[in-house]
């Protein structure tokens, strides 16, 4: 990557806007944003509550297409760490010529920009690795979650590529780390939750695939679940990548060797160094699809059937939903569900369909399809960790 890929002009015109320390525009204006910040109610089923890990319902989870915070996961590694908005800096470091250093004012100062896009967990449906199917392996650990570690919000921030260009990326810049605030118990020690992502993703300004250095999510400041002040989002990559309660950025010619990029959110058989340093960091996620109503063992009558649910195309720019099909009879013949609400990208798709079941019928399947070429598999093979759980979805009803 050489310098004349970032615009020289746009540093300069962006630099006033960063580098504004003086008394331009009073704190006590931007305050209001924070006063919500205890406001913290959430209508999720908590699988853990030290730290907070819940997922919604999954019925209640599609009654919008874009996702109301109560009802946005929240998947933490340690408790929410108590940052005082009025000493809080941002930093960025590295391979860069003007380290930075940012309040929160000035970050708010920056040209807004608002982007709507889906987070999801890599671990999102981690707990059907521990059904039938895998009898011959090892139980899965880490937070069971069913289909409800995904969520589609707005978010408003400042573009990450603005605030690299200020800070002059030098040559040899090949990865951006982001490093979160809170404290996260490993091995006798405490770590920070750490991300990375490639720089040409971090550099990428265009569209709603860019990353976003975000204070406000569905239009009012971040609650403390969600990373206030500041997180990064990352359209189009794995939740993780997307660091809460960010406080500096390091630009390097390597990944972060933090152990969330080095060690966790790889696809691995086994847990050893030897397997870790085979694999690489998960960026990108897969397309992945879930019937949301009716309820698992729903009893239902035969005849016709109405499912609702969500699609989640690949994380790529002009990806969008193919085909979402329903199959009563284990695959053998399948019924095409219809696109509700908006398509996006970046974004999720809500579908519903209308099924003929039998009294014999014991279980609905769904697979879909995106523009970019990604399908469900039928079967997705066992990983030690539980990532990445994008098979075919099976619901289990009781028809009479
Ligand atoms: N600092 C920090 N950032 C983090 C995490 C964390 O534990 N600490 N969890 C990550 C994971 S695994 C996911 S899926 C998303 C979840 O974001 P949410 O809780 O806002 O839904 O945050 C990511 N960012
Ligand atoms: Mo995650």
Redesign the pocket.
């Known amino acids: 990557m050489n310098q004349s890929s970032f615009s020289r002009r746009t540093l300069l015109k962006t630099a006033g806007g960063i580098l504004v320390t003086g008394g331009l525009a009073h704190a006590s204006n931007l305050m209001p944003r924070d006063i919500d910040l205890q406001k913290n109610s959430k209508d999720l089923i908590f699988r853990s509550t030290e730290p907070r890990n819940g997922e919604p319902e999954l019925a209640k989870l599609v009654q919008s297409w874009q996702t109301p915070t109560e009802l946005?996961?929240?998947?933490?590694?340690?408790p929410n760490p108590t940052i005082n908005p009025k000493e809080f800096r941002l930093k960025v470091e590295g391979l860069v010529r003007q380290p930075i250093s940012l309040s929160l004012d000035e970050l708010r100062r920056l040209p807004e920009k608002t982007t709507t896009a889906t987070?999801t967990?890599a671990g999102n449906r981690r707990s059907e690795y521990n059904g039938p199917e895998y009898e011959d392996v090892p139980k899965v650990g880490g937070v069971q979650w069913e289909g409800g570690?995904i969520?589609n919000a707005t978010w408003a921030g400042t573009l990450l590529a603005n605030v690299l260009k200020q800070a002059e990326v030098t040559e040899g810049a090949k990865h951006v780390w982001f490093e979160?605030l809170?404290r996260i118990p490993k091995n006798g020690q405490t770590i920070g939750?750490g991300g990375s992502i490639p720089i040409e993703k971090a550099m990428h300004d265009a569209g709603n695939g860019a990353p976003l250095l975000t204070h406000t999510m569905n239009g009012a400041a971040l609650t403390p679940?969600?990373?206030y002040p500041l997180r990064m989002v990352v359209p189009g990559y794995i939740?993780?990548r997307?660091?809460?309660?960010l406080g500096k950025i390091v630009v390097s010619d390597r990944p972060s060797p933090n152990h969330y990029v080095a060690t966790a959110y790889k696809i691995v058989k086994k847990t050893t160094p030897l397997d870790w340093s085979e694999s690489g960091p998960i960026y990108r996620f897969p397309i992945n699809a879930a019937i949301c109503t009716p309820k698992p063992h729903t009893q239902l009558a035969a005849g016709e059937v109405e499912l609702t649910g969500y699609a989640l195309p690949s994380g790529r720019s002009g990806s969008s939903i193919k085909d979402v099909l329903i199959s009563a009879d284990e695959g053998r013949t399948w019924t095409r569900g219809e696109m509700t609400g908006k398509t996006q990208d970046f974004c999720w798709q809500l579908w519903k369909a209308k099924v003929k079941i039998n009294p014999t019928t014991k279980t609905l399947v769904l697979r879909a399809s995106d523009s970019a070429g990604g399908f469900m598999p039928a079967r997705v093979p066992w990983n030690a960790k539980g990532y990445l759980r994008n098979s075919w979805y099976r619901l289990p009803i009781d028809a009479g």
């Open positions: 946005f996961y929240v998947r933490s590694h340690a987070l967990c570690t969520g979160g809170d939750f679940d969600h990373g939740g993780a997307s660091v809460k309660w």
